[in-house]
C-alpha cells in the first residue's frame, strides 16, 4: 500500500469524517420522511358543489338598495355651517340605510311644521331647555312625522339634535337637506318672482309651464337636469318678473328698470 492510500484510508475512518457520514445519511433519511409525508397530506380533493341559497325578498331588497361604493354616500355638494354639516351626515346615515327618499318626506314634514307655527321655532332656540324638555320635544317632533321615519334614521337625528342642545338647528338641517336631494335628483332650481295685485296669488299653471319649457331649453339648464319651479309673489317688484335660475338671476321687473331709469336721470343732471 502506497503512502497517498494510507493517509486516504487514515481520512476517511477518522472519527470527523465517521461523523459526517452520519450527519449527510440522517438528513437525507429526514428528507425522504418529509418527502413522503407531504405526498401523502396531498389529497387529490373531489369538487366542491356549491349550493345556491335562495335569499329571501326582504335581504334580497336590502342588499340591492345598499350602495356598492363609498362614492354612492358621498353628499353631491358640500355644505357650510353647523346646520351644513348635521345635514350631510344624515344624509350619509340614509344612504347608507336606503332611506333617503323618507328621510326627505320627514323632513319636509318638519319644515313645514316649523312654517306654520313661529312658536316652535322660538321654542327650540330657547336656551334655558334642560335636556328632559329637549327629548321631550323630540318626542313631539317625531310623532309628528308620524310612519315616515323608516330605521328610525330621523329618530336618532332628532335625538342627537336634542343631546347636543342642537334643535335650534333643525329648520337650518332641513332646507340644506332638501339641496342636498335636489343636486341627488339632479334639479336645477327655478324660483319665479312675480307682483301681484290685492290679493296676492302666484302666477297661473300655464304661465308657468311656458317659462318652465323656455328655461329647459335655454343654455342656463345643462344636459340631464331637471327644473324644479317654484313661484313666488313680491309686490315690491311693481311688475315683471324676477327670474332665478340656480346661481343666476333674470331680473325683469319692474321695479328693477324704474331703478336703471332713475339713475340715467340722475347721471345726467
Given at each position: 500500500m502506497s503512502s497517498e492510500q494510507s493517509l486516504n484510508r487514515a481520512a476517511t475512518t477518522s472519527p470527523l469524517h465517521r461523523h459526517r457520514i452520519l450527519l449527510y445519511n440522517t438528513s437525507m433519511m429526514l428528507s425522504c420522511r418529509l418527502v413522503r409525508q407531504v405526498s401523502g397530506a396531498i389529497v387529490p380533493r373531489s369538487p366542491i358543489v356549491r349550493r345556491t341559497v335562495p335569499a329571501s325578498p326582504a335581504i334580497r331588497l336590502y342588499a340591492q338598495a345598499v350602495p356598492s361604493n363609498r362614492q354612492s354616500v358621498k353628499p353631491p355638494i358640500?355644505?357650510?355651517?353647523?346646520?351644513?354639516?348635521?345635514?350631510?351626515?344624515?344624509?350619509?346615515?340614509?344612504?347608507?340605510?336606503?332611506?333617503?327618499?323618507?328621510?326627505?318626506?320627514?323632513?319636509?314634514s318638519l319644515s313645514n311644521l316649523l312654517k306654520k307655527d313661529p312658536k316652535l321655532n322660538t321654542i327650540l332656540h330657547a336656551p334655558?331647555?334642560?335636556?328632559?324638555?329637549?327629548?321631550?320635544?323630540?318626542?313631539?317632533?317625531?310623532?309628528?312625522?308620524?310612519?315616515?321615519?323608516?330605521?328610525d334614521t330621523v329618530k336618532g337625528?332628532?335625538?342627537?339634535?336634542?343631546?347636543?342642545?342642537?334643535?335650534?338647528?333643525?329648520?337650518?338641517?332641513?332646507?340644506?337637506?332638501?339641496?342636498?336631494?335636489?343636486?341627488?335628483?339632479?334639479?336645477?332650481?327655478?324660483?319665479?318672482?312675480?307682483?301681484?295685485?290685492?290679493?296676492?296669488?302666484?302666477?297661473?299653471?300655464?304661465?308657468?309651464?311656458?317659462?318652465?319649457?323656455?328655461?329647459?331649453?335655454?343654455?342656463?339648464v345643462g344636459q340631464g337636469?331637471?327644473?324644479?319651479?317654484?313661484?313666488?309673489?313680491?309686490?315690491?317688484?311693481?311688475?315683471?318678473?324676477?327670474?332665478?335660475?340656480?346661481?343666476?338671476?333674470?331680473?325683469?321687473?319692474?321695479?328693477?328698470?324704474?331703478?336703471k331709469l332713475n339713475k340715467l336721470l340722475t347721471d345726467s343732471l
Open positions: 358640500p355644505l357650510f355651517g353647523l346646520d351644513g354639516t348635521y345635514a350631510s351626515a344624515l344624509y350619509t346615515a340614509a344612504a347608507k340605510t336606503s332611506t333617503l327618499d323618507s328621510v326627505a318626506k320627514s323632513l319636509a334655558t331647555l334642560n335636556p328632559s324638555d329637549r327629548v321631550a320635544i323630540a318626542g313631539e317632533l317625531l310623532r309628528h312625522i308620524g310612519a315616515t321615519d323608516k330605521q337625528f332628532l335625538q342627537t339634535l336634542a343631546e347636543n342642545n342642537r334643535l335650534g338647528l333643525l329648520e337650518g338641517v332641513c332646507t340644506k337637506f332638501e339641496d342636498l336631494m335636489s343636486a341627488w335628483h339632479q334639479e336645477v332650481e327655478l324660483t319665479v318672482t312675480s307682483a301681484s295685485k290685492i290679493p296676492i296669488k302666484p302666477l297661473d299653471n300655464k304661465t308657468l309651464s311656458r317659462l318652465e319649457s323656455a328655461v329647459t331649453k335655454s343654455e342656463y337636469k331637471k327644473l324644479k319651479v317654484t313661484n313666488k309673489v313680491n309686490p315690491d317688484i311693481l311688475g315683471g318678473l324676477l327670474v332665478e335660475i340656480g346661481d343666476r338671476t333674470i331680473d325683469l321687473s319692474v321695479s328693477s328698470k324704474m331703478l
